[in-house]
């Protein structure tokens, strides 16, 4: 089924979490290992408008669908972004614009150069490149929507489900975006499908390996996909990304466990 973009923009909306009492973390703090991924997790979500910026100077800006979906896929990843570090806050863990600032100051002149780098080849590539960009989306989704769901089973914390739930929820829209772009744009097009393929098999990493430092992608996927069941949750992904035409067997989200050494 296509995907009503016009829908999706007109109903977009910041995460809400005003009617929630967040004090409640105080008395039922998280655990320590949940923080750790709670910041991780917030990190990556305020890094969602650089992932922007890397992308509108793709081919993908030159269609409306795409940026429209953008724009507001940007703000409501801003709103999840906020409403972590709330929580975090409660737990007196610093936030905000100068955690941000340094974080992004802290990647050098891999933040300089993305841009750059990104933008030549993927013009080179042509409208291609945008078969890549939405089966990369779709998976990184796949992979966001997973980790919440694995979160809310891991800690079982009431509070934190009801926000997780809620996130997890706009991020099913998201990814429902994606899916149906990859599937259309790669379908009867065996040259994108090898674009992408490739791709994915030499660039892509777990969401937020690229910002985040490696000790924390490694906590990150050991508290969320640690022992059997997040094995299986991480072949059900897997399974999924099997289905984009032209992309069966790359087995990504299982090879991330083992480069990181929580599957054996």
């Not at 973390?25 to 992932?51: G, K, Q």
């Not at 906590?219 to 069941?229: E, K, N, R, S």
């Not at 059900?236 to 032209?246: N, V």
Request: charged residues 25%; proline residues 4%.
């Amino acid at each position: 089924m296509t995907f009503d973009v016009a829908t999706f923009a007109s109903t977009s909306q910041p995460l809400r979490w005003d009617d929630l009492d967040l004090s409640e973390f105080r008395t039922n703090p998280l655990s320590a290992d949940a923080l750790r991924c709670l910041r991780y997790m917030s990190d990556v979500e305020t890094h969602t408008v650089c992932y922007l910026r890397d992308l509108l100077v793709t081919p993908s800006h030159q269609d409306p669908d795409v940026t429209t979906f953008l724009t507001f896929w940007n703000l409501e990843e801003y709103w999840h972004g906020e409403v972590l570090d709330r929580i975090l806050e409660v737990h007196d863990v610093p936030t905000g614009p100068e955690h941000t600032r340094a974080l992004r100051k802290g990647l050098g002149w891999q933040d300089r150069l993305s841009p750059v780098i990104q933008s030549i080849l993927a013009n080179l590539l042509g409208s291609d490149f945008i078969a890549t960009h939405m089966a990369w989306g779709a998976i990184n989704e796949w992979c966001t929507h997973a980790g919440y769901s694995r979160f809310m089973a891991v800690e079982d914390h009431p509070m934190l489900t009801e926000i997780l739930r809620r996130i997890a929820k706009q991020e099913t829209r998201h990814v429902a975006f994606y899916n149906s772009q990859a599937r259309e744009r790669l379908e009867n097009n065996p040259k994108a499908q090898r674009i992408t393929r490739f791709a994915l098999q030499h660039k892509w990493g777990i969401v937020g390996s690229g910002v985040m430092p490696e000790e924390d992608v490694r906590h990150l996927l050991d508290y969320l996909f640690g022992g059997a069941d997040g094995l299986v949750q991480a072949r059900k992904i897997d399974a999924k990304i099997d289905t984009l035409p032209g992309q069966a067997g790359l087995h990504l989200v299982e090879r991330e466990l083992r480069r990181y050494g929580i599957a054996g």
